[in-house]
């Protein structure tokens, strides 16, 4: 069974800190990472995606990929309370057939407290 | 452009009842996967279709299928409802580029009773 692991949280950040997100995963055959934000009652919406082992930046988001240690982790930079919501992490994954898919963790809640 | 649009929006079934839901996706995109998201977890991949073709199936029993019609839209069918199928199922609409380039839709609510 491939799993993705993410403290649920939830995880209080004061307004212009940095949130750090964690995720841990099983499948050592993924190659690409994926980062949803999910507003509560809303779909998921994809914010970052990573292939490469190190960071990539895009405004105040940066994604970190160590795939040796099977972590990727997502910071948050001057957070805002329009970044409260739920993050999931997803690693991309063979699903047969030739398809491919993500498997999601369940997310870590996240309060940017004003 | 329309983005992916989804029917019905919420759904209240019995047990043991059929349900079928319906996705439009993007405009040019011609891969449809569908997803399920219980309150409280992620989203679980549950098939994914190209060129009217299955192409992946995750790990959800023969009463869920789906099919994409000549025009891309889908269906997921789900039948004899169990109350664990209440979830928010998610239709999601992929281009060229893979995974970076796919889309959710806003989902139906599907309550069983």
């Known amino acids: 069974q491939k799993e993705v692991e993410q403290n649920s949280g939830p995880l209080s950040v004061p307004e212009g800190a940095i949130a750090s997100l964690n995720c841990t995963y099983s499948d050592r055959g993924s190659q690409s990472f994926f980062w949803y934000r999910q507003y509560s009652g809303k779909s998921p919406e994809l914010i970052m995606f990573i292939y490469s082992n190190g960071d990539k930046e895009d405004g105040r988001f940066t994604a970190q990929l160590n795939k040796a240690s099977q972590y990727v982790s997502l910071l948050i930079r001057d957070s805002q309370p329009s970044d409260s919501a739920t993050y999931l992490c997803?690693?991309?994954?063979?699903?047969?057939?030739?398809?491919?898919?993500?498997?999601f963790g369940k997310g870590t809640h996240l309060i940017i407290q004003p | 452009d329309a983005g992916v649009t989804q029917s019905p929006t919420h759904l209240i079934k019995t047990r043991g009842q059929q349900v079928t839901l319906r996705c439009s996706p993007i405009?040019?995109?011609?891969?449809v996967s569908w997803y399920q998201q219980v309150l409280g977890q992620g989203p679980q991949f549950i098939f994914q279709?190209?060129?009217?073709?299955?192409?992946g199936r995750g790990n959800f029993p023969d009463r869920f299928s789906a099919r994409q019609f000549p025009n891309y839209s889908s269906e997921l069918n789900v039948n004899a409802l169990l109350l664990g199928d209440s979830a928010l199922y998610l239709c999601?609409?992929?281009?060229?580029?893979?995974?970076?380039?796919?889309?959710f839709g806003p989902g139906t609510r599907l309550t069983v009773l």
């Open positions: 279709y190209y060129e009217k073709e299955e192409r």
């Open positions: 405009s040019g995109h011609k891969s």
């Open positions: 999601a609409s992929r281009g060229t580029g893979g995974l970076r380039n796919q889309f």
């Open positions: 997803a690693p991309e994954v063979g699903v047969g057939g030739g398809a491919d898919g993500l498997t």
